[in-house]
């Protein structure tokens, strides 16, 4: 094997789409920084961008470093698990040569240099985010430039961020952090407080993308309906749409990331008819039982998230919904998990992620009582999820015969495959193209003439629209 150059180095993301934008960040600073990307067996330094949410995406990230420490490498651990754990996580793994917070990121660059020469920088030491900015979220514009918030790096005079890909779809952060309570969510502790972009920075970011040939945004953060509180301008948002949809070479713009019970009239209705944004409803409904939601510290029930949904189908009829759920979570009875069931049938989503609870430390949920069984836990999301199966594809089904563009991302040995409106990237579907002679990154004027599963078959040879 020919060792690996000194100043090499390769990139690993785990986890959500915000993790994307801070190894974009990343990226540029380490170019910046004279280091050269190369692919993952020929880098003499792997940094893992880790995921720190629930249990399963821990240990993703622990494999991802035991799996990248091998062949001589050094591998650098950063992301939301080395925030979070910091020098804990750096004992208990001694395959990372270095563990290190978002306070490094600015110097990126520097610390694989001290890695690469064999003398990394002291893990980073936990402390709670929350605690680092005002708690007025109206005072934090003026403290924020002295926290490090990844994703926020972009500077007016030019990109700070390189792309990692050249997919016609690229993610844009609205904001970081979270000041919501959730009782079974950790990740304010380790994100910090609710911290929006100005507007003038997100638009200047994303003429950059599509300078780099994406076609759509989409719109990333903790929680978008949000953005602008702490710009003193609540309908921040609503008013940034049709800006972005404006922007020359953009196409499609999508929210993800909405809070059902901050979703207001005017940002649902921006959401819904704005020329240019996909009428698109990534709601964060957990649950449907009104007893379950209090528990978690949450708002809302049956009736109230049919009605949101409701509100949204009388402007836009063939809207995209998708929605996460918890189940098994302290407290819950057979009664409401009939409830959510109850729901799930009536609100006609196209997609629908099933997550059993687990207790994640430091929140409050974790010394919560009527705690159930693993296995218990098991069954009910092996229950769930075998209803959200036969739910998603009943409404794909409904589509058979709908109008839909659909924007090519690949072209391959299966054919043309992209996404129509009510498809969100990697978790809700793809459309296969027939009778396409499209280009990647074009968007296709199609007919829905099947379905499978999620995913759908739509005839782009017919009838023009």
């Avoid at 919501?180 to 380790?190: H, M, Q």
């Avoid at 708002?299 to 998708?322: I, W």
Wanted: net charge negative.
């Amino acid at each position: 094997m020919v060792p690996p150059s000194p100043r090499t180095v390769s990139l690993v993301t785990l986890g959500c789409a915000r993790n994307e934008v801070d190894s974009e960040e990343l990226a540029a600073r380490l170019d910046a920084g004279g280091w050269t990307f190369t692919e993952d067996e020929d880098a003499s330094v792997v940094l893992v961008n880790t995921c720190g949410f629930i249990d399963a995406a821990k240990k993703d990230s622990i494999d991802a470093v035991l799996t990248a420490a091998g062949d001589g490498r050094r591998v650098v651990a950063v992301g939301c698990l080395a925030e979070r754990y910091g020098s804990e996580l750096a004992a208990s793994l001694p395959e990372a040569d270095a563990v290190l917070g978002f306070d490094s990121y600015a110097d990126i660059a520097a610390a694989l240099d001290s890695v690469a020469a064999g003398s990394p920088p002291e893990p980073h030491v936990p402390r709670d985010r929350r605690t680092l900015l005002p708690l007025a979220p109206a005072a934090r514009p003026h403290a924020a430039h002295e926290v490090a918030l990844p994703g926020h790096a972009w500077l007016p005079q030019g990109a700070t961020r390189r792309r990692l890909d050249d997919a016609p779809t690229a993610y844009l952060k609205l904001a970081s952090g979270c000041d919501r309570r959730c009782t079974f969510c950790a990740i304010p502790s380790f994100r910090g407080a609710f911290v929006s972009r100005p507007p003038e920075q997100v638009l200047a970011e994303a003429r950059w993308l599509a300078s780099t040939g994406a076609r759509e945004l989409v719109l990333v953060s903790e929680n978008s309906t949000s953005y602008g509180k702490d710009l003193g301008n609540l309908r921040a948002l609503e008013r940034l749409l049709p800006d972005l949809a404006a922007i020359e070479g953009i196409e499609r713009v999508r929210v993800s990331y909405l809070q059902p019970a901050e979703l207001r009239p005017s940002l649902l209705e921006a959401v819904a008819t704005t020329p240019g944004v996909a009428a698109y409803f990534d709601l964060s409904f957990q649950h449907a039982s009104a007893s379950v939601l209090r528990r978690m510290r949450r708002f809302g029930s049956t009736e109230a998230f049919l009605d949101v949904l409701g509100r949204a189908r009388d402007l836009a009829p063939d809207l995209g919904a998708r929605s996460n759920v918890i189940v098994g979570f302290p407290g819950e009875t057979e009664d409401d998990l009939a409830e959510l069931e109850r729901f799930l049938v009536a609100a006609r989503l196209d997609a629908i992620g099933v997550f059993g609870y687990s207790d994640e430390e430091g929140t409050d949920a974790a010394a919560f009582d009527g705690k159930l069984p693993t296995e218990e836990i098991q069954q009910r999301v092996a229950r769930v999820s075998a209803l959200a199966d036969e739910l998603v594809a009943q409404r794909a089904e409904e589509r058979v015969g709908a109008k839909v563009s659909v924007l090519v991302e690949e072209i391959g040995e299966d054919g043309v495959v992209g996404r129509a409106a009510h498809q969100g990237p990697d978790t809700d579907g793809v459309t296969l193209l027939t009778g396409a002679d499209a280009g990647r990154g074009s968007f296709v004027p199609a007919v829905v003439v099947d379905s499978e599963g999620v995913d759908l078959v739509a005839d782009a040879a017919g009838p023009a629209w």
